[in-house]
């Protein structure tokens, strides 16, 4: 794992630190600026979450329930059916499939702000 030195001192420095972080996939650097940043917005808890795919299980699962959670809460329009493929997205990026699969968790977020009217 390589090395993430990141002082958030400045404002707007924390999402500076957390996009390094994710950069060089570091889980420690994403989540200390994530801290400090409160609460992040739903694509880069995304972004955060593929990052995720990579540790254990179990911190994995968590944070895919509490991501999907978020999403459907957000995202009232969304179908029974794309909450299925939600569903299955966030089961394909620990299964190997993360590229594939956050792209199209993106299409579903992009459609709530659509359906919002963001």
Known sequence: MRSLTCR?????R???CFKRALEVRSVFGAETA???MGRLRLN???DYLVLLASEPPERFNRA???????LLAESPALTLDEAAVA???????SAGYGEQSREVL????????EARGQ
């Open 87 to 93: 569903l299955g997205c966030l089961r394909g990026l």
């Open 106 to 113: 993106r299409a579903l977020v992009k459609r709530r702000h």
């Open 34 to 36: 994530a801290r400090e």
């Open 44 to 46: 880069d808890a995304l």
């Open 8 to 12: 958030m001192t400045a404002q707007g």
């Open 14 to 16: 924390p999402y500076a």
């Open 64 to 70: 895919a329930r509490k991501w999907l959670a978020r």
